[in-house]
């Protein structure tokens, strides 16, 4: 009878493995990864005022790879593009309560942000069609969050306000992520450059619990003829930030910033030096500053062996 039993359970497993690699050969198909595709849009169309639009999934044993992706706001203008996206998982540990994203990759991603009185269009695009219920805080539950690799690559970046327009091409950024639910703590590190020789390089560091936070920060710039070197640190509420900007030449850095950002700076000429320090606490900050301007020419005005000095704050 045990031995009937046991052949019995042997069988069942024997089955269900089969009808899960079934499920999952499916999917790996054209038919399974179109069948998919119009699943999750479906879902998550039914939530967003917004549109999202997948060209292509296809289904790996390891992960997904998602072709032509369109975010639009509710006019159907769009918002946010993607070429593609590669995503590579550690399935095993979805068996723990656990998402392990080793490598999730981004090619080509288009953003038009496009800022106005009603806030922007990519917030109308991911606004809910129905106010999320009231649900009770929880802690110490919840699935483990793990990404190990990030990487865009061939980013376009475009703002637009009534007063400003800015658009920043050849975009790359490498990072990482973790969040666990039990402690509440989560970590991200971000590397991003921008400009097609990399002339801004950014890094940032950040930890916290949902109590205390921990924010580390550099940019290293060369635009034209005038750098920019600044970073520091924010510890709870502590501030600890220090700057330079030197400006050599700010003809050149004006149409550096005309070609390569798609700015429209008034004319300028002329150079000088800023330097600045941010301590205290982000309730009772201090700033000091000092800019040293042999000459400077914006547009009509100038100004000539300018050194100032101030201090703000206690």
């Known amino acids: 009878m045990a031995r009937a039993f046991a052949l019995v359970i042997l069988v069942a497993v024997g089955l269900v493995a089969l009808l899960v690699g079934s499920a999952a050969a499916l999917l790996r198909t054209n038919w399974g990864g179109a069948l998919a595709k119009e699943t999750i849009l479906r879902r998550v169309n039914s939530q967003l005022q917004g549109t999202l639009a997948i060209e292509r999934l296809r289904v790996r044993p390891d ?17 946010i593009r993607v070429r593609r996206m590669d995503v590579r998982l550690r399935l095993r540990s979805l068996f723990h309560r656990r998402v392990e994203i080793r490598a ?4 080509e991603p288009w953003a038009h942000i496009q800022m106005d009185k009603g806030g922007s269009n990519l917030t109308r695009a991911l606004a809910p069609r129905q106010p999320p219920p009231a649900t009770a805080q929880q802690s110490g539950g919840g699935w483990q969050l793990t990404l190990h690799r990030l990487t865009v690559t061939g980013g376009t970046f475009e703002l637009g306000r009534p007063d400003l327009r800015l658009r920043v091409t050849t975009l790359a950024a490498e990072g990482e992520a973790s969040y666990d639910p039990g402690s509440n703590r989560a970590h991200a590190r971000l590397h991003l ?7 801004v390089k950014a890094t940032l560091d950040a930890a916290g619990d949902g109590i205390t936070a921990s924010i580390d920060a550099s940019i290293d710039a060369d635009i034209g003829e005038t750098t920019v070197r600044a970073g520091g640190s924010v510890r709870g509420r502590t501030l600890d930030l220090q700057g330079r900007l030197e400006a050599r030449d700010l003809h050149e850095t004006a149409h550096v910033l005309r070609r390569v950002l798609d700015l429209d700076p008034p004319p300028l000429t002329g150079g000088g030096v800023v330097t600045f320090a941010i301590t205290g606490t982000i309730d009772a900050p201090r700033v000091a500053a000092r800019a040293q301007v042999p000459s400077l020419q914006i547009g009509n005005s100038a100004v000539r062996g300018a050194d100032i000095a101030f201090t703000l704050g206690q």
């Open 104 to 107: 999730f990759a981004v090619e």
């Open 193 to 199: 450059t921008l400009g097609p020789t990399g002339m």
């Open 63 to 79: 992960g997904v790879e998602l072709s032509g992706v369109l975010l639009a706001d509710p006019t159907g203008a769009p918002v």
